[in-house]
């Protein structure tokens, strides 16, 4: 089995930024069969949308309304994905998740951190 614990967030006003992390730790079979890394994240009252994902290999993917604010990193050798936010929006806040992927089984998702960005 595999655990997710994500760290790295709290309250920023509007144009700030913040950085999440998401490490995972268990089964050592199991973590070297995550491919694809995400962050997702839920506003109150909304249903939960992807935001950015990155590959194994490296290749990443925005929601159209964080490109060129955000940015999705990973650290393969710490089992550890990134989510860098820049110039942050009211409209940022909510609950992010991170999400790991295997070719061949169920995702991992993490507990979930909360980003409050005031305006």
């Known amino acids: 089995q595999v655990q997710l614990a994500e760290s790295g967030g709290g309250l920023v006003q509007a144009g700030g930024s913040l950085r999440l992390s998401c490490a995972a730790s268990g089964s050592i079979f199991s973590i070297n069969s995550i491919n694809a890394m995400g962050w997702y994240r839920q506003a109150p009252g909304k249903q939960r949308e992807a935001v950015a994902a990155i590959t194994r290999g490296g290749s990443t993917n925005y929601v159209d309304s964080v490109k060129g604010r955000f940015t999705i990193s990973r650290d393969n050798a710490k089992n550890t994905v990134y989510l860098q936010m820049n110039s942050l929006k009211p409209e940022d806040t909510g609950v992010y998740y991170c999400?790991?992927?295997?070719?061949?089984?169920?995702?991992?998702w993490g507990q979930g951190t909360q980003v409050t960005v005031s305006s």
């Open positions: 999400k790991m992927s295997r070719v061949v089984g169920p995702d991992y």
